[in-house]
């Protein structure tokens, strides 16, 4: 906190004034931090004056509030911002993030009673916001959109959870939700967390495999899907996806009593689906029986609201579980202060809920600010790549959220389709999921907000729950591609590889000292994982599997995962996942996966595959491999690049080199290093040979 006081102080004397970047110059994709140092862009004046944290020093104040007295500090907002049918015990919270001193243990309002969904819903109608827009809801097809009071979408919540709770779902039970974005995502989300029950979202790009390893690790005893979904010129038969999950799973001993279908006429006639009677049921068919109120049920702060599977460096997702109350607590403020959110904001983030992204910035920070969120169902390119601008305008969208996979692509067809629309709705821009590279930040800055809106970069994951290093607008000149400065309460630290944290101007390993109220608390049915992979290599932090640099005036340079996760286009993948699917293939024996430089996905799929002894290699059998990595895990998964391996560089105890994997795969053969300990260094020229094969 000394360096970081050090460095905003010599800041608050850097000349004012708004503003285009000095420097346009072209850029390419990885260029190095060090020319971008003395890039700075200065948040206009006006735009500061109003803004929530106006300056550096205001933000040093509350920074510096929040370490020191933690529990005040947090205790404050929660106290003052949300409803509690009882307060907390206490202590406000209690935390061991060191793995030396026993279990690892996170808590926070431990005792408070509440409810989420309560204060999404009835506390904003309380304060006069019954008729405001809760939700726009812009369809895949142009024309096609529909909207939501919060009083409606509070009495569509309370029917399902209604109806939820008539087929017998109680508190702390398991709901798998696999829908699309359609309004009723949001309203299953809610009405799970009115009664009780811990809501499990499923991506809906996931192939029935994934869903049935995720329905046999959570059990749910009921699912929420469509029949089908429209996305760009596509329709997806969702149901046929269940289907196929539910019959497995129940071979599998995990029966599903029902099956609550949404008939989304606009993709799929009703006639025309495939129905297991007993067990399916229409949505329309029920829920609007009931009635358009229902009693709370309340929580305690540390009652589990969600599951979430996200992947890590072995084959088996983990279920990332949090609880409501520092959630609550965590989503609402991060979102407040990152994207300076004031009432009269419309907010759309392109994320799905399927992701954290969809669950913390879609439905629950902005709804529990009493925002106006925009859904959108379909493709950001379709019909042409100027959708998103239309809908900003139709919508007058100020605050946009998405991913820099998504601004790459629009980057590559022209500033055209964004400059015929007016965007002059926009006020702030934001972008997460991977790190944006400095030249795709300039073209969102200057084309897409017309060099007046600033960009919040947003560093954090499933596992932190919201923001954890982030830009707050107008409080501070950004870096094109620097996160910035960590959000209130967050005390991020760089260690080397020892575990010792580095001062300064440094690289390394990304960890976080304490605790925040967002966190997760355990993997599900897993809490041995949750301290192995996240407290045990760096004894005494919360390791983030990401690395990270630290420039001399202490803006934080994220780069990238340092584990076996692949980011793909802002989607985390587990090289073991993939390589799971792809050995289960009858004719593939053998599989190593690296990720590598995709100019619009950030990082793209590289598989190396050694196939059974005498089965030739073909066009045939790649295609086939692909088809079965789309199937296991999902369609965003299928590898960009099969590589035919006869061999695979190994040690001598059998290890796989995937360093050198890497090399081969990014064609950055004269930095393979040392290949001498491996087992046939043979392999390697093996492999170059067959690189282009
Ligand atoms: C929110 C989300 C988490 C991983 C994370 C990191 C990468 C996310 C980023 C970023 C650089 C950003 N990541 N936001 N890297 N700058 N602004 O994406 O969660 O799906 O769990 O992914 O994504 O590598 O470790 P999740």
Same mark, same amino acid.
């Not at 890039?39 to 735009?47: H, N």
């Not at 279908?261 to 689906?273: I, Q």
């Not at 982030?470 to 590889?497: H, M, N, R, Y």
């Not at 799929?605 to 199937?631: C, H, M, N, Q």
């Given at each position: ?306 599951? =979430?599977?996200?992947? &890590? %460096?072995? !084959?088996? /997702? ?10 609550? @607590? ?95 709705? =926009?006020?702030?821009? &934001? %972008?997460? !999921?991977? /790190? ?10 200057? @084309? ?100 990270? %640099? ?14 076996? @996760? ?116 043979? @392999? ?10």
């Amino acid at each position: 906190a000394a360096n970081l006081l050090r460095h905003v102080d010599s800041m608050t004397t850097l000349p004012s004034g708004a503003g285009k970047i000095s420097r346009l110059n072209a850029v390419i994709l990885g260029e190095s931090l060090a020319s971008e140092e003395d890039d700075l862009v200065i948040p206009c004046p006006d735009f500061s004056s109003k803004a929530h944290v106006p300056s550096p020093d205001k933000y040093l104040e509350m920074y510096q509030r929040s370490i020191e007295d933690p529990a005040g500090f947090w205790s404050d907002i929660a106290a003052t911002q949300f409803y509690w049918k009882q307060k907390w015990g206490k202590s406000v919270y209690s935390e061991n993030l060191d793995i030396r001193k026993g279990r690892i243990n996170i808590e926070w309002f431990k005792g408070g009673i509440t409810n989420i969904s309560y204060n999404c819903l009835d506390a904003n109608i309380a304060a006069g916001n019954g008729e405001k827009i809760a939700i726009y809801w812009e369809g895949n097809d142009l024309g096609v959109d529909a909207s939501l009071t919060y009083n409606q979408l509070l009495h569509r919540v309370c029917q399902l959870a209604n109806y939820l709770k008539d087929i017998g779902i109680r508190k702390g039970d398991a709901v798998l939700i696999y829908l699309p974005m359609l309004m009723e995502l949001p309203i299953a989300m809610l009405a799970c967390a009115r009664i009780g029950a811990v809501h499990s979202v499923v991506f809906a790009g996931f192939s029935s495999e994934a869903l049935v390893q995720r329905i046999m690790d959570c059990k749910p005893k009921v699912v929420i899907t469509c029949n089908a979904v429209r996305r760009g010129p596509k329709t997806i038969n969702l149901k046929d996806i269940v289907d196929t999950a539910l019959a497995e799973s129940s071979r599998n001993g995990s029966l599903v009593d029902v099956c609550l279908t949404y008939a989304n006429d606009s993709a799929l006639k009703k006639e025309s689906t495939k129905w297991v009677e007993g067990r399916d049921i229409w949505w329309q068919d029920v829920v609007p029986k009931y009635p358009t109120t229902c009693d709370v049920e309340w929580v305690d702060a540390e009652d589990p609201l969600f599951l =979430l599977y996200t992947s &890590g %460096s072995t !084959g088996k /997702p983990k279920g990332v579980l949090h609880t409501t109350g520092g959630y609550m @607590v965590y989503t609402a403020t991060t979102f407040k202060y990152a994207f300076d959110y004031k009432p009269s904001d419309i907010y759309w983030c392109t994320a799905d809920c399927g992701w954290i992204t969809g669950h913390s910035y879609v439905t629950y920070g902005p709804l529990l600010n009493g925002a106006t969120v925009v859904v959108f169902e379909g493709a950001p390119n379709y019909p042409d790549s100027g959708r998103c601008w239309d809908i900003v305008d139709k919508y007058k969208v100020s605050i946009f959220y998405t991913a820099p996979t998504l601004v790459r692509s629009l980057m590559r067809e022209g500033d055209e389709h964004v400059t015929r629309y007016s965007r002059k709705s =926009l006020r702030v821009l &934001g %972008s997460v !999921g991977e /790190p944006i590279n400095p030249s795709a930040w300039r073209w969102f800055f200057n @084309v897409v907000g017309d060099s007046r809106c600033p960009i919040s970069d947003t560093w954090w994951q499933t596992e932190t729950g919201g923001f954890m290093i982030t830009p707050l607008p107008g409080a501070w000149p950004q870096k094109p591609g620097s996160a910035t400065f960590p959000f209130f309460g967050v005390q991020p630290v760089i260690v080397d590889e020892k575990g010792v944290e580095i001062e300064g101007e440094c690289s390394g390993y990304l960890c976080v000292k304490n605790s925040w109220p967002g966190a997760f608390r355990t993997l599900y049915g897993d809490h041995e994982r949750y301290e192995t992979t996240y407290f045990s290599a760096f004894p005494g932090y919360y390791f983030s599997g990401d690395g990270c %640099s630290r420039d001399k005036d202490g803006y934080h340079w994220l780069t990238g995962r340092v584990d076996d @996760v692949i980011n793909v286009s802002g989607h985390r993948i587990g090289t073991a996942e993939v390589e799971s699917a792809l050995v289960s293939h009858p004719q593939c024996s053998e599989a190593a996966v690296v990720g590598v430089e995709h100019e619009v996905k950030g990082q793209g799929i590289y598989a190396f595959v050694t196939l059974v002894e005498g089965v030739p290699y073909s066009e045939d059998l790649r295609k086939s491999l692909i088809l079965t990595v789309r199937k296991q895990i999902g369609a965003f998964a299928a590898p960009d690049r099969i590589h035919w391996a006869p061999g695979l560089p190994k040690t001598r105890s059998g290890k796989i080199m995937r360093r050198i994997l890497r090399k081969i795969a990014s064609r950055q053969l004269d930095e393979l290093g040392d290949i001498s300990t491996l087992a046939d260094p043979g @392999v390697v020229d093996q492999l170059i040979e067959l690189a282009d094969c």
